[in-house]
């Protein structure tokens, strides 16, 4: 599951509402979890709906405001202190979960299976279509679809996601966008840093990113790119490389003293700072990539 594990156990990753671990603490029966990460968006529509069973079972959700368009015959739940402006909510397709705390903003278009996990905020006009789930703590705004974004990152602007994966504390730029189809409509091969060796994963696949990652304001991803932990992606012409390795800067590598700098200024604006374990993990897996380090995917 790399890049997804390099800094969390697998156990740790999120995909329709909860973690393995949630759903363990929580006694709910688990979901196979894939071999590749770019498995899970393929999965998710299908977990949402899991989870959603399991987490509702008994419970009564809050009221949908009446300012909010509701339309559809699947469920929707809504936690206590979710918020609910002027937005849309379609469960034709699948069940809608919103989030303790969450934050659904005017216009915010929402075709179920959808999850907006706790504390999450979707921005005006965001359309969010089937398969997606906003981890806690996100912020996403411009299109998403059969997408999985783990928690604390941001997607806040225009810009297209699809059938991705985007890992912990990452940040795409404003007008990001990410390709999930080849323009000949073939299969996608997708490098595997496990093996060293791509993988076909089907017609359709979108960004995996790792945690920690950030790209420049309007990059635009190839299709099935995947980007390690601690990334900084700017500077590129046109599309991006479709493997960019741990700790890339542009077209050089970071400097670990100002890594470690921005990892907590990108924590901290989610009122965070890291603990010495993931700083030392970080540490560790810095040193040990920095003797072979190549940015691109020239490999």
């Known amino acids: 599951m790399l890049p997804l594990t390099y800094l969390r156990p697998p156990e740790d990753l999120r995909s329709g509402i909860l973690t393995h671990q949630e759903r363990v603490a929580i006694g709910i ?26 987490l509702t079972a008994g419970n009564q959700s809050n009221p949908i405001p009446a300012h909010v368009r509701r339309s559809g015959d ?9 918020r609910l402006e002027h937005c849309i909510l379609n469960s034709s397709e699948g069940p809608i979960w919103i989030g303790r705390d969450a934050l659904v903003m005017d216009g915010a278009m929402l075709r179920g299976p959808v999850a907006v996990c706790a504390n999450a905020v979707v921005k005006m006009g965001a359309a969010l279509y089937p398969g997606t789930t906003i981890g806690p703590y996100c912020t996403v705004g411009g299109e ?4 999985i974004l783990m928690g604390w990152s941001n997607k806040a602007h225009e810009g297209y996601l699809g059938d991705a994966v985007i890992g912990h504390w990452c940040n795409l730029g404003a007008g990001t966008s990410a390709s999930n189809v080849k323009n ?37 991803f190839n299709t099935g790119t995947v980007v390690g ?23 050089g590598m970071y400097h ?38 190549q940015p691109t995917d020239k490999i």
């Open 29 to 54: 029966p688990p979901v196979p979890l894939p071999v590749f990460p770019w498995q899970l968006p393929a999965l998710n529509a299908e977990t949402i709906r899991h989870d959603f069973l399991h």
């Open 184 to 220: 000949s409509g073939g299969i996608v091969q997708v490098y595997d840093p496990t093996t060293g060796t791509r993988q076909p994963a089907g017609v359709k696949c979108g960004l995996v990113m790792g945690d920690f990652s950030r790209a420049a304001i309007n990059t635009s």
């Open 256 to 293: 670990l003293g100002k890594l470690l700098e921005e990892v907590r200024n990108w924590m901290a604006f989610k009122g965070c700072e890291p603990d010495e374990v993931i700083l030392e993990t970080i540490r560790n897996l810095y040193l040990r990539d920095a003797q072979n380090h």
């Open 74 to 82: 699947h469920p929707i739940f809504i936690e206590p202190g979710a």
């Open 229 to 251: 932990v601690c990334c900084s992606v700017h500077g590129h012409a046109g599309l991006t490389p479709t493997y960019i390795r741990n700790f890339t800067f542009g077209d």
């Open 144 to 147: 998403i679809k059969n997408s």
